[in-house]
């Protein structure tokens, strides 16, 4: 599985867009972007997935570079509850290994009031 | 309704001691996983059946055994437990060969601590 590069953490304001960058140089053609979060004290959840084409959903947007070696997390009004640890992972198209997922050491996103 | 449970949320005991971990999910999912958080926060796959079958075994040792008596549990049991086995272990659950290839639903997590 290739890898992906993260910020270590991120702050942010409340009420304020959040754009959390990962940096996935070596994808492959079939590797989707995959994000999730772990909130404090809990187990990671899914947030959104994407290919080739941006993605929104009603957590968020994922805004992936056109070479696709790039892709941006946004959040677009943070708040007190979206402060947890992000993590982006690519994740073969082709689902033949089970489907794990590898963890890197994601982003630690913190929000101010 | 609680999509992927796991019980006991908390385990303390000693050294030596032999412990069950509990997973369950009503999804309906056909694939089932174990993850451990070590106190570094780094997440690691360690198994994943699908049907009641072992299809990822990441080179966890023969002490963690885990089990699948059906496809909607997924237990794991841990012999001779060591101080190293502290972490909190999390169970996911997939759709396997869904479209949406890779999302998981993740349990609240057992946060295991040996004396």
């Known amino acids: 599985d290739a890898k992906t590069t993260q910020p270590n953490s991120m702050e942010s304001n409340e009420e304020e867009p959040v754009h959390l960058p990962c940096n996935h140089s070596t994808i492959s053609g079939t590797d989707y972007i995959h994000w999730y979060r772990q909130l404090p004290s809990q187990g990671p959840e899914y947030v959104i997935h994407?290919?080739?084409s941006n993605v929104n959903n009603r957590m968020a947007s994922l805004a992936i570079a056109e070479d696709r070696k790039s892709s941006t997390l946004i959040l677009h009004r943070a708040t007190l509850r979206d402060a947890a640890v992000y993590y982006c992972?690519?994740?073969?198209?082709?689902?033949?290994?089970?489907?794990?997922?590898?963890f890197g050491q994601g982003t630690e996103l913190s929000v101010k009031p | 309704d609680t999509a992927v449970s796991q019980t006991p949320k908390y385990l303390v005991t000693q050294m030596g001691n032999d412990k069950s971990i509990k997973c369950e999910q009503n999804l309906g999912h056909d694939t089932m996983y174990w993850y451990k958080q070590d106190s570094k926060k780094f997440l690691k796959i360690m198994f994943s059946y699908n049907n009641k079958e072992l299809i990822i075994n990441e080179t966890v040792p023969n002490r963690f055994s885990p089990k699948s008596p059906d496809k909607a549990h997924l237990n794991l049991h841990i012999n001779s437990l060591e101080l190293g086995d502290s972490a909190v272990y999390f169970c996911a659950s997939s759709p396997y060969g869904s479209k949406r290839v890779g999302t998981q639903y993740f349990g609240p997590g057992t946060r295991l601590l040996v004396l």
């Open positions: 994407g290919l080739t």
């Open positions: 992972i690519l994740k073969g198209g082709i689902d033949n290994q089970g489907g794990k997922l590898i």
